[in-house]
């Protein structure tokens, strides 16, 4: 693809006409910078957000945030708003980890309070939380209570002492969905489910000591609690093999169901069904159940975070002021009411890799963000900033109030072992003051920063495009990966 199809919009905003591909229903937009641009095109998943436009229903436009990257499907990054009435559902427009997301843990602590800690915080979340491919949590559920927690997401963990109250109140849909069911769920979902409630996992999932190394907008950060040097730490994982199989079940179902709608599509992995039907119906309450299952994931860890804590420093975990900033997620379908050329319109809005971020004033965010807008929390890869940012009124009106996700990846998993065969990633880790560790030296190799892109450029195309505000910037202090 030549730059010349791409029409510029504005400096962080670039349109892929209709036409691109020949069944596009609407046009595409990309954010990014000319810099971000060049990886987009050499990774070609430009052309997943041309095909993503071929859907049913889909609304305004195909959209692609700065991290975008090839995925299933959908693009990782990607976000597509579908019609309830004419629209469709597409699990690999959701994403095989559904509600992979992110949560950060505050706390009244500064860097300077836990020098010497460092290392020993790291082992003590290591041995608590447990990670890795296949890892098994320390709960041994029923099947009983595993129904109990996919109806119940983090309100069913911290109804069982895995939590505080004031949580569900700084949880995206204060932690669960309504309409999950998990009868729709096969066999399998639930037995990979089963072991491994309250596990970090492997890939990019991670738990991260960080501090605040910067603050940009002041008054926000008193908002949401952020000063310099602040100690906090960053919760990265989703559904672990629960969702992932949910995934695989119904893009099976949905395949030769798309040709009994009539659905035709320029590529499989989009397969879908109309939100209305019978299949559409079963997906989102299966997808919804593993979507809680995830926020109760995230809320057993911070559980397990508080109580390393406690033990580290010899205080109680509320005398650490160790509260939840926000948890929110990025891969998932919402049903969510927007302003579409004018007038309201509920749509059920796929976010691939995408956070949401709505702006100031909606009724949808906690009453102590209306006047600074919903936090958003970007992660980087491991060793580099986060973000924390808000959301924007122009977010609203641009992209459905979505924002990035992440860093996004410029390398793939066996690419990034190839270029660091023979280092001592662990060691060069220290070297940057970042105790690290992991359950194999396969992740790190595979998380390396350079096998993603620049959190600082990514940050700066979507506050560029002002689908959202910097707030602050975390470095890491200490990391455990899966």
Request: with cysteine.
């Amino acid at each position: 693809m030549e730059k010349g199809v791409l029409k510029r919009l504005d400096e962080y905003s670039f349109l892929l006409p209709k036409g691109f591909v020949p069944c596009m229903r609407v046009p595409g937009v990309i954010f990014a910078t000319e810099k971000l641009l060049e990886h987009i095109i050499k990774d070609e998943a430009f052309r997943q957000v041309a095909n993503a436009a071929c859907l049913p229903g889909i609304v305004k436009y195909s959209l692609a945030m700065p991290d975008i990257h090839w995925g299933y499907g959908l693009p990782i990054g990607g976000v597509v708003a579908e019609s309830v009435e004419k629209g469709v559902i597409s699990p690999g427009g959701v994403g095989s980890d559904i509600n992979c997301g992110v949560r950060l843990i505050k706390t009244s602590l500064t860097k300077k309070d836990i020098e010497g800690k460092i290392e020993q915080l790291v082992n003590l979340l290591y041995t608590n939380v447990p990670c890795g491919v296949g890892s098994e949590g320390k709960l041994r559920l029923s099947q009983k209570e595993l129904r109990e927690v996919l109806v119940g997401g983090s309100q069913w963990a911290v109804r069982n002492g895995f939590g505080w109250a004031e949580d569900i109140e700084f949880t995206e849909e204060k932690g669960k969905m309504d309409f999950a069911d998990p009868e729709n769920l096969s066999k399998r979902a639930l037995e990979r489910g089963l072991p491994q409630l309250g596990t970090l996992g492997a890939g990019n999932h991670f738990l991260e000591i960080q501090t605040v190394e910067r603050v940009f907008d002041k008054n926000a950060a008193k908002i949401l609690g952020l000063f310099e040097g602040q100690v906090t730490v960053m919760v990265h994982t989703g559904s672990r093999g629960l969702g992932f199989q949910v995934c695989e079940d119904y893009m099976k179902e949905f395949i030769p169901a798309m040709t009994r709608y009539g659905i035709n599509l320029p590529d499989k992995q989009l397969a879908c069904a109309p939100i209305s039907s019978p299949e559409g119906k079963r997906y989102l309450g299966a997808m919804a159940s593993a979507a809680n299952y995830a926020w109760a994931n995230r809320q057993m860890i911070t559980h397990w975070v508080r109580e390393s804590f406690e033990r580290a420093l010899e205080t109680p975990a509320e005398k650490l002021d160790m509260h939840i900033l926000y948890d929110v997620a990025h891969n998932i379908a919402k049903f969510e009411t927007h302003i579409v050329d004018g007038k309201k319109m509920k749509l059920l809005v796929h976010r691939k890799g995408a956070t949401r971020a709505f702006g100031p004033g909606s009724k949808e965010i906690p009453e102590k963000f209306q006047k600074a807008g919903q936090p958003v929390i970007i992660p980087g890869d491991m060793g580099t900033a986060s973000y924390i940012l808000v959301g924007t009124e122009t977010a609203m009106q641009r992209s459905f109030g979505s924002t990035c996700h992440g860093a996004g990846r410029v390398m793939s998993r066996h690419a990034a072992i190839r270029k660091t065969k023979g280092k001592d990633i662990v060691s060069e880790m220290g070297k940057r003051g970042i105790y690290v560790r992991a359950k194999s030296r396969r992740t790190l190799a595979e998380e390396v920063p350079e096998a993603y892109k620049d959190i600082d450029e990514i940050v700066e195309a979507v506050c560029g495009a002002n689908l959202s505000k910097k707030v602050a910037r975390l470095v890491p202090l200490g990391v455990v990966k899966g």
